[in-house]
């Protein structure tokens, strides 16, 4: 288990799980420092090179010669590469989004996670509270001659089955408590409840998806390639190299010193860089393309999750209605009758059994509606 630098006793809001994670997730840190590293590349790709000198020394004339050699990139060069890697910078941040999309997803999964199973964990306890009850119940009814040895059996064996649930759940708390602490970096003791969701109609979520980061990463992959086609064009004009060159005359009377300057450029005869040129076209053509399929794809999970959150959305309006309520009152009824004898034990064990699948359900069902509004975010690319 992670060793936690703050320890959080309060009830911590989902909200503040995100930030949380936002600062401490090494996986998200390490996008941001990216960022970082393209910005330096812009300022790098704006650098000039430095100048070269020579110096030469012999018997014959000139004597003494000094050279200065200074590379010009006056027609375009310098602004493309600059183009360039700020294009390849905007990727970086663009997928800094990407992440942070999908870590604040995985944030809500974990978050609702531990909900569930402590919720889970009090349905056991207090099943087992009630099965130890019956138990006793059947044991004192049994001494008085009021119930038959294998009701005590039934009972004593309903309570060890439950006992054994609630250790069950337990069990899975501490992994989901786990797993919430190893994502957000940080030891967490409480979480809310889920409030209640309402969720956008499909068409405003299907418009939140066109800006979603993923479409905007291969959207700025699409510029970054034309931007660096670009660069190979320009790369094949000339790049002036202005030269200043000193020499020293001794044969003349008095020996003077001469100063000569000079230009020279590649010339583009063997190669117009038409290879490269196609290859970045290509290459934004691909992420063009792959911008497209992504969209459709986000489409479709957009739906489906969508669907999955009415589902379950209905379903725990249904527990959390009447069905609980009335499935208490069914077990209230039944020990009653089973504690004056008018009830057998098994009416009063089904109705236990039908009380603890309610409510375990309705946990089941709105941790459903949490994950299905946790696949929806990370389909529309922003938090709901």
């Known amino acids: 288990m992670l060793v936690p630098a703050i320890a959080l006793f309060a009830t911590l809001s989902l909200s503040e799980a995100r930030e949380i994670a936002d600062r401490r997730n090494g996986g998200l840190q390490a996008a941001k420092a990216a960022v970082g590293a ?37 027609l375009g060069q310098r602004g493309a590469a600059i183009g360039s890697a700020e294009a390849a910078a905007r990727i970086t941040e663009a997928d800094v989004q990407v992440q942070q999309n999908r870590l604040h997803a995985a944030v809500r999964r974990t978050y609702f996670a531990f909900w569930a199973a402590g919720a889970q964990v009090e349905v056991s306890s207090n099943a087992a509270k009630i099965a130890a009850e019956l138990a006793r119940l059947s044991e004192e009814r049994y001494r008085t001659g009021g119930a038959p040895r294998l009701e005590v059996e039934q009972s004593a064996l309903a309570m060890r089955r439950a006992e054994q649930e609630r250790e069950d759940r337990a069990a899975e708390a501490r992994a989901a408590h786990t797993e919430l602490d190893a994502t957000l970096g940080t030891q967490v003791d409480a979480v809310d409840a889920p ?49 200043l060159i000193a020499e020293r005359v001794t044969s003349g009377t008095p020996p003077y010193w001469g100063l000569r300057t000079g230009v020279a450029f590649d010339v583009p005869l063997l190669s117009w860089n038409r290879g490269r040129v196609h290859e970045q076209e290509e290459n934004a053509r691909t992420a063009a393309v792959m911008a497209q399929a992504a969209m459709q794809r986000l489409t479709g999970q957009i739906l489906a999750a969508r669907a999955r959150w009415a589902a379950a959305s209905a379903r725990a309006r249904f527990y959390r209605g009447e069905f609980i309520p009335s499935a208490t009152r069914v077990l209230e009824m039944a020990r009653e009758g089973y504690r004056i004898g008018r ?3 098994v009416a009063v064990l089904q109705a236990q059994s039908d009380l603890g699948a309610a409510r375990s359900r309705a946990i089941d069902a709105e941790l459903e509606t949490q994950r299905a509004l946790a696949d929806l975010e990370e389909a529309v690319g922003a938090d709901l």
């Open 38 to 74: 393209s910005r330096a590349a812009i300022e790098a790709a704006g650098q000039l090179q430095n100048p070269t000198l020579a110096a030469t020394y012999g018997p014959d004339d000139p004597r003494i010669t000094a050279a200065l050699d200074i590379k010009l990139p006056v």
């Open 195 to 243: 409030p209640p969701a309402d969720v956008p109609p499909e068409p405003d979520l299907l418009a939140r998806a066109r800006k979603h980061p993923e479409v905007q990463s291969l959207q700025a992959h699409e510029a970054a390639a034309l931007a660096r086609a670009d660069e190979e064009r320009i790369a094949i004009r000339p790049l002036p190299t202005v030269s």
């Open 343 to 345: 009830t057998s034990l």
